[in-house]
């Protein structure tokens, strides 16, 4: 059994130098992937957090968002309301600008009238104080 002692003997200085490599490789890989699992593990609750702040900053975003668009809409119909009212008002304003407009027409036309008449009295006193002045020198002749 010499040679098969021989063969185990530079087996062994052979490979157990390799096998005791790989195991010390093997427990480094393995420290090493413990702690690159520590590192996962924090960089997940990390993103965890953020994942919660995020959520926390959205619900607020969404009561603020809520409560400024109740604001605006508040606004709005008291905008609208106003606008309503100016309305309201013009068209009231119209209306009396419109009847005064009229009336004016009106006093024009009536002036007017007046003027035509007026003119035709004054045309025939005209006509009258000629007609008077042909026959004064005749009837004071006779």
């Known amino acids: 059994m010499e040679i098969g002692d021989t063969i185990k003997k530079i087996l062994q200085e052979l490979i157990l130098p390799e096998l005791e490599t790989i195991k010390g490789e093997n427990a480094e890989i393995k420290t090493t992937l413990v702690l690159t699992n520590k590192r ?15 959520d926390e900053v959205n619900k607020r975003i969404d009561v603020l968002k809520d409560e400024i668009n109740g604001r605006i809409d508040v606004l709005r119909d008291d905008v609208n309301k106003r606008i309503d009212e ?11 600008v419109n009847k005064r407009i009229d009336k004016l027409y009106d006093v024009i036309l009536h002036r007017d ?23 004064l020198p005749e009837k004071m002749a006779a």
Do not use: T, W
């Not at 100016?86 to 009396?96: A, P, S």
């Not at 006509?127 to 026959?135: P, T, V």
């Open 86 to 96: 100016v309305n309201g008002r013009i068209d009231g304003l119209k209306d009396d």
């Open 40 to 54: 996962l593990d924090d960089i997940n609750a990390h993103l965890i957090d953020q994942s919660r702040r995020i």
């Open 113 to 135: 009238e007046y003027g035509k008449k007026l003119e035709m009295r004054i045309i025939a006193i005209e006509h009258e104080i000629e007609q008077i002045k042909i026959e």
